[in-house]
């Protein structure tokens, strides 16, 4: 891949967090260093060993759709941050003001995941004292068929955020969704900046959206022993690259971007933050949670986009790590980013913006490039806060408790998910 083709930049961006309900008090949160993590209010998980997650706090769907926001009430939640989301980017970039955009040209990607079912109605749906496991069957599908609500069942899918971002939003254009777990959003972004090198689109609004805490979002992990119990320091519970950090803290949120080619920014005299330089995804082929123990695909990854972009390893002014606060996750970062980096890697800040915001698991890529973009922006490098005590294999610059000022015109953003997906993001200073 070469420079040769269709340039694609950033002229829009939205952020719905745990730290904050817009782009800027997120982006002022995390250069304050405050986190978003405290104990679970949307169910009940006192029977739960992790009882505590990043939540939104007074999120409402009306401070961005206005009074059409009522017709949206009873859609899932990854619906809702997706449209809030978006609706941020779009007034961003002035799209909304633009009267020369091709709906046919307008498409989106968007990473998400499954959407939240009201488990509460399935409780009295089977009667337990049957011992006949045909009764209880037959129970369940005729109780089932006139009590769950069709709406939420169609709410559950992936794919169901990116129609409705489609139809708000008049996008006619490409329509998909990526279910590649925590690498969804970033592995969303490059590859809408494909379709648009490759003249499928001229404007793709592209990110994430994901909430998983609910019953069966938070089980799944628990049995994985992938999240932190410190349930009486929730605050101190995501602790990327520290020494005692014991799991990762499971978020909510989205982060949406608009995508253009060059030529249609510039033509349309668009604000532009920023370059997508350099994207590659890369799989391990090894195990469905844990990363090669070698950091082989997340080394691919890295490499492959460093080279998409014709940046040098020195050439890199921040990254911003996938640093999920798993003991073999952020070792295993650490290690790739020395590999391909080299020396260079001891004097480039690595920060995980996730020792705040919590892990947005589909989301958290879309999230932590517009990190980037902010900090190319304002030449502030973001903190990991609760990182006291180094891990033995942890011992890059990762920017622990307070921000950092510091020109930054290239940054990485690394996004790792389940199944062995990893993603990598160069996102560059814009210049002619």
């Known amino acids: 891949m070469t420079r040769d083709r269709e340039r694609v930049v950033v002229t829009g961006m939205g952020m719905v967090t745990p730290v904050g309900l817009d782009v800027d008090s997120t982006w002022e949160a995390m250069r304050e260093g405050r986190g978003g993590v405290g104990p679970i209010t949307l169910f009940n998980a006192g029977s739960f060993p992790t009882r505590i997650a990043a939540e939104l706090k007074g999120f409402d769907l009306a401070a961005y759709l206005g009074p059409e926001a009522s017709r949206w009430s009873a859609h899932s939640r990854n619906t809702q941050i997706a449209l809030a989301a978006t609706a941020q980017a779009v007034e961003s970039a002035g799209l909304s003001a633009s009267r020369s955009l091709d709906p046919a040209r ?40 006139g009590t769950l609500d069709p709406l939420q069942e169609a709410e559950q899918e992936a794919g169901t955020p990116a129609g409705h971002v489609a139809a708000v939003f008049g996008a006619k254009g490409p329509n998909l969704t990526c279910l590649t777990a925590c690498a969804a959003s970033a592995q969303a972004i490059g590859e809408a900046a494909e379709l648009i090198r490759d003249g499928v689109a001229d404007v793709m609004l592209a990110g994430g959206v994901h909430s998983m805490i609910h019953p069966l979002g938070v089980t799944g992990f628990v049995l994985l022993t992938a999240m932190s119990t410190r349930n009486d320091e ?44 350099g994207y590659a995804s890369t799989a391990d082929a090894f195990r469905l949670t844990d990363c090669h123990d070698e950091g082989r695909g997340a080394i691919a990854a890295l490499r492959q986009s460093l080279a998409q972009a014709r940046i040098n390893p020195t050439d890199v002014d921040y990254v911003n790590a996938h640093g999920t606060s798993t003991q073999v996750n952020d070792s295993i970062e650490t290690l790739a980013l020395k590999r391909v980096l080299g020396d260079a890697a001891y004097r480039i800040p690595v920060s995980s913006t996730k020792s705040m915001t919590g892990h947005l698991i589909a989301a958290g890529g879309a999230v932590e490039a517009i990190a980037c973009l902010l900090a190319i922006r304002d030449g502030v490098v973001p903190p990991t806060v609760n990182l006291d005590h180094p891990g033995e294999d942890c011992d890059l610059d990762y920017v622990p408790h307070a921000a950092r000022d510091r020109a930054v015109d290239v940054a990485l953003s690394n996004s790792f998910g389940f199944g062995g997906q990893n993603t990598t993001l160069v996102l560059r200073r814009f210049a002619d």
């Open 234 to 277: 929730p605050a101190r519970a995501s602790r990327p690259f520290d020494r005692d950090r014991d799991g990762f803290v499971i978020g909510e949120g989205g982060g949406m971007v608009v995508l253009e080619s060059l030529e249609h920014a510039r033509a349309r005299g668009a604000t532009i933050f920023g370059e997508l330089a």
């Open 106 to 145: 307008l498409g989106v990607y968007l990473g998400s995941g499954e959407g939240q079912q009201d488990f509460s109605r399935f409780v009295d749906l089977v009667d337990r004292s049957s011992v006949e496991e045909k009764v209880e069957t037959r129970q369940f599908t005729r109780k089932g068929v």
